[in-house]
């Protein structure tokens, strides 16, 4: 039981490229949350799956976009990355109790 | 517009004395309170939650104090160990409305030995 994995851990694009990260949980949950972290602001949402095949936004969405592949993996996809998405993001699946359950972070740095 | 405010960045206490971090909130529609831990370099992980029908809850050396009519809840921390020193997360929901946890922005606890 891995609970919830990332890919790539480290990451480091140049202003423009693309690239998709990856998250996904074994523990059979419905819903799925890529944030943000950066100094000072806490954890910023930027997109949710509250079940297989829906998708919302957010706080801050823009430059970004999911997929809820299946109930097990949730994508996070940069279509023209910015020094301002450098950051670490953070993927998480919640249990009924809304307990939310973190993964270990990648950590992006954009040139 | 800052619905979960944990107005105290850091705080720094003595190994074995109590650790109180606060958080306050302003949406009354909140009915469901968690605390997450954060080390460096690693995911949140949870810690304790209340509902907001309960004005406390306890786990071990960690327990939760709500307090409805304030918008305030407290996580206290007795003894505080070394380990603890980390960034803790206060965060809220409306369970009826969606699953989206509102964050606040951290306190980082810092225990001395």
């Known amino acids: 039981n891995a609970g919830v994995t990332q890919t790539p851990k480290f990451q480091v694009l140049k202003t423009g490229q693309s690239m998709t990260l990856q998250c996904a949980q074994d523990?059979?949950?419905?819903?799925m949350y890529w944030y943000r972290q950066d100094p000072g602001m806490g954890l910023r949402l930027i997109y949710y799956?509250?079940?297989?095949?829906?998708?919302d936004k957010g706080e801050v969405p823009n430059g970004y976009n999911v997929s809820r592949l299946n109930k097990r993996e949730f994508s996070l996809r940069l279509e023209s990355a910015a020094p301002s998405q450098t950051s670490v993001y953070f993927c998480?699946?919640?249990?009924?109790?809304?307990?939310?359950?973190f993964g270990p972070g990648t950590r992006l740095t954009v040139t | 517009d800052q619905q979960v405010k944990q107005n105290s960045p850091s705080l720094s206490v003595q190994e074995g004395r109590i650790s109180i971090l606060n958080c306050d909130y302003t949406?009354?529609?909140?009915?469901?309170f968690l605390w997450y831990k954060k080390y460096p370099a690693e995911g949140p992980t949870f810690l304790i939650s209340?509902?907001?029908i309960k004005d406390k809850n306890e786990d071990g050396r960690f327990t939760v104090f709500l307090n409805k009519s304030a918008k305030h809840l407290s996580l206290h921390i007795v003894p505080s160990q070394p380990g603890d020193s980390a960034v803790y997360f206060c965060?809220?929901?409306?369970?009826?409305?969606?699953?989206?946890?509102?964050w606040g922005l951290g306190t980082s606890l810092a225990v001395n030995p």
């Open positions: 965060a809220a929901l409306n369970a009826g409305n969606n699953r989206k946890l509102i």
């Open positions: 998480a699946s919640m249990f009924p109790d809304y307990e939310q359950y």
């Open positions: 799956s509250a079940s297989e095949g829906t998708t």
């Open positions: 949406n009354s529609m909140f009915d469901y």
């Open positions: 523990m059979n949950h419905n819903s």
């Open positions: 209340i509902s907001s």
